[in-house]
């Protein structure tokens, strides 16, 4: 368990598919998470249980919750995670609009930048994010990723083609 002042970061459990069954589920969720169908209970359980081996599965998903209540907020993940090469993408989210702006995902952002540095040894991490996701470049950018890349044109949205910006966060200096 990762700890902070006001968050604190687990391994998704069993007992969370229900809620992330919902978030995932949520269609105002489904573009930044690129999904395009519904998940079943079935694919939740299936990626809980595929997570359990970070160096077969390459990803990990930790639940973000609240210190003082203990109530779940949303999920940061690591994945594509490449021990060989030392880096992985992270993506993040808080999954109720009220608990967003509050410091929730600043937070554990920092504390899964500390693990992957000191814990798990990597030196990058990476995040791609949508063209229009103002909110995403803004909070990546006040977190220190800066611009490596754009992808014109990468993505589709609604019949919409968006630009992907890719951030880096270099973990050690060479």
Same mark, same amino acid.
């Given at each position: +368990?990762?700890?902070?002042? #006001?968050?604190?970061?687990?391994?998704?459990?069993?007992?969370?598919?229900?809620?992330?069954? +919902?978030?995932?589920?949520?269609?105002?969720?489904?573009? *930044?998470?690129?999904? @395009?169908?519904?998940?079943?209970?079935?694919?939740?359980?299936?990626?809980?249980?595929?997570?359990?081996?970070?160096?077969?599965?390459? !990803?990990?998903?930790?639940? &973000?919750?609240? /210190?003082?209540?203990?109530?779940?907020?949303? *999920?940061?993940?690591?994945? @594509? *995670?490449?021990?060989? =090469?030392?880096?992985?993408?992270?993506? &993040?989210?808080?999954? +109720?609009?009220?608990?967003?702006?509050?410091?929730?995902?600043? @937070?554990?952002? !920092?504390?899964? &930048? =500390?693990?992957?540095?000191?814990?798990? @040894?990597?030196?990058?991490? !990476?995040?791609?994010? =949508?063209?229009? /996701?103002?909110?995403?470049?803004?909070?990546?950018?006040?977190?220190?990723? =800066?611009? *490596?890349?754009?992808?014109?044109?990468?993505?589709?949205? #609604?019949?919409?083609? &968006?630009?992907?910006?890719?951030? !880096?966060?270099?973990?050690?200096?060479?």
């Amino acid at each position: +368990m990762l700890v902070g002042a #006001k968050v604190y970061l687990r391994a998704v459990e069993k007992s969370d598919a229900t809620t992330i069954y +919902m978030w995932e589920n949520n269609p105002e969720n489904w573009k *930044v998470s690129n999904t @395009e169908v519904p998940f079943s209970m079935f694919d939740i359980m299936a990626l809980i249980e595929h997570q359990t081996d970070l160096r077969k599965s390459g !990803q990990l998903r930790f639940v &973000i919750l609240e /210190n003082v209540t203990e109530r779940p907020l949303g *999920v940061i993940d690591l994945y @594509e *995670v490449n021990f060989k =090469h030392g880096y992985a993408s992270v993506g &993040i989210l808080i999954a +109720m609009d009220a608990d967003r702006g509050k410091g929730f995902a600043a @937070e554990a952002l !920092q504390l899964l &930048i =500390h693990y992957t540095r000191d814990y798990l @040894e990597l030196r990058n991490l !990476q995040c791609s994010i =949508h063209g229009d /996701n103002f909110a995403s470049i803004a909070f990546f950018e006040r977190m220190n990723f =800066h611009k *490596v890349g754009i992808r014109k044109g990468w993505l589709r949205f #609604k019949g919409n083609v &968006i630009d992907e910006i890719t951030y !880096q966060l270099c973990l050690k200096e060479n």
